[in-house]
């Protein structure tokens, strides 16, 4: 314990002396003893939650490691969001105690940028991965906070996101491509990446067709799956994740040699707001369905969640979920999205969350029982 109370302010010192904007190799070292840190600190804590729930996870180990076994599951794969994952996981692992359940895909989100905090999370990666789960990440490129000395702008600071798509596949980013690249080549195992999500949503994100056409998207995704190619980042597994209530698909679709994986959303907003209503499951994943499934991609319900307004809610899961792998076969992936203060849509934050909803979490667990996982890993 003495020797890391002293590699820790060892650390603190080298931060310190690498400012607000160092990027350089003190950084890099920097980065370096904090993995090691983190990891002589894991290995001195014995008796916790990792190995039992690592253990418990232990059929889905080839999944986790071969991107062959993910690419190519026969068995239904769950996961979880949760905001407040940042400070610990206890939250995710009362989920699951809730559910009766492990979940074998943790998400979390983080946004491009010069920060330190927008480098390649390799510390939450890693502890997804010693918990015995897969990391998905959704990385999303919102473009205002670089650094404008490192990467110049050619227009006023406010303007920075409107075509900022054709920016990345002209290559302005590719420095901060390159180094997220490495970093998650030195990770080393398989993850989700789920780039620009919702990019047909004009509405919502930045890299949305309000500020780019479906060509500069296309351009983007292939632009920086191919620098990841070049770098050996070939450990990332690729999430093309279209909103589901706009239906022109094809047109951002980057091609099949791009693309590993196709995500959707399955959010029920209720009667929150004057522009939602209350839509069923169905509604919500039914029409977009049939035509995600012909891409030939396993298909991963990237958000899934409901509010409690405007309906029952415990009802909403038991419809969604109930023979969900019979009815949605192509679907390979379930990710709930249990967020306590979702700020994205309203004007207030918005509650998903699932933990002090007992009989929403009831029937999930109900339904979650009919599906027979997990199941080994598929021969190859």
């Given at each position: 314990m003495l020797l890391v109370i002293a590699l820790g302010i060892g650390l603190f010192g080298l931060l310190l002396l690498a400012g607000n904007k160092g990027r350089g190799p003190l950084e890099t070292l920097a980065g370096s003893v904090t993995s090691q840190v983190a990891s002589f600190e894991k290995r001195l804590l014995s008796g916790d939650s990792r190995a039992s729930r690592a253990a418990a996870l232990a059929w889905f180990r080839p999944y986790r490691e071969n991107k062959l076994y993910l690419n190519n599951t026969d068995t239904l794969l769950v996961g979880a969001y949760d905001n407040n994952t940042v400070e610990s996981y206890e939250r995710i692992v009362a989920l699951e105690d809730s559910l009766a359940l492990k979940l074998p895909i943790?998400?979390?989100?983080?946004?491009?940028?010069?920060?330190?905090?927008?480098?390649?999370?390799?510390?939450?990666?890693?502890?997804?991965?010693?918990?015995?789960?897969?990391?998905l990440i959704t990385w999303e490129p919102w473009l205002n906070d670089f650094d404008p000395e490192s990467f110049p702008r050619t227009g006023p600071a406010d303007q920075v996101?409107?075509?900022?798509?054709?920016?990345?596949?002209?290559?302005?980013?590719?420095?901060?491509?390159?180094?997220?690249?490495?970093?998650?080549?030195?990770?080393?195992?398989?993850?989700?990446?789920?780039f620009g999500h919702e990019?047909?949503?004009?509405?919502?994100?930045?890299?949305?067709?309000?500020?780019?056409?479906?060509?500069?998207?296309?351009?983007?995704?292939?632009?920086?799956?191919?620098?990841?190619?070049?770098?050996?980042?070939?450990?990332?597994?690729?999430?093309?994740?279209?909103h589901p209530a706009y239906?022109?698909?094809?047109?951002?679709?980057?091609?099949?040699?791009?693309?590993?994986?196709?995500?959707?959303?399955?959010?029920?907003?209720?009667?929150?707001?004057?522009?939602?209503?209350?839509?069923?499951?169905?509604?919500?994943?039914?029409?977009?369905?049939?035509?995600?499934?012909?891409?030939?991609?396993?298909?991963?319900?990237?958000?899934?969640?409901?509010?409690?307004?405007?309906?029952?809610?415990?009802?909403?899961?038991?419809?969604?979920?109930?023979?969900?792998?019979?009815?949605?076969?192509?679907?390979?992936?379930?990710?709930?999205?249990?967020?306590?203060?979702d700020v994205t849509t309203t004007y207030k934050a918005l509650d998903w969350s699932l933990n002090n909803d007992k009989a929403t979490l009831a029937a999930i667990a109900q339904a979650l029982k009919g599906w027979q996982l997990p199941k080994p890993a598929p021969a190859l």
């Open positions: 943790v998400q979390f989100y983080t946004a491009w940028g010069s920060k330190r905090e927008q480098v390649f999370p390799m510390l939450r990666a890693q502890a997804i991965s010693d918990l015995g789960s897969l990391p996101n409107v075509g900022g798509l054709r920016a990345i596949a002209a290559g302005r980013y590719d420095a901060y491509l390159d180094k997220w690249a490495q970093d998650a080549k030195a990770y080393g195992q398989p993850f989700f990446l789920r990019m047909n949503d004009a509405f919502r994100y930045p890299w949305g067709p309000q500020n780019n056409k479906p060509a500069d998207f296309i351009a983007a995704w292939r632009h920086v799956v191919t620098r990841f190619r070049q770098q050996g980042a070939t450990n990332a597994t690729w999430v093309w994740s279209p239906p022109n698909y094809a047109e951002f679709y980057p091609g099949h040699a791009y693309v590993d994986w196709i995500g959707t959303t399955a959010l029920n907003y209720g009667t929150v707001a004057p522009w939602s209503k209350w839509y069923t499951f169905s509604e919500t994943l039914g029409n977009a369905y049939g035509e995600l499934s012909t891409y030939g991609k396993p298909l991963m319900i990237s958000e899934m969640g409901c509010l409690a307004v405007g309906g029952n809610r415990a009802a909403w899961f038991t419809e969604a979920l109930t023979d969900l792998p019979l009815k949605f076969p192509k679907v390979k992936a379930v990710v709930f999205f249990n967020n306590s203060n």
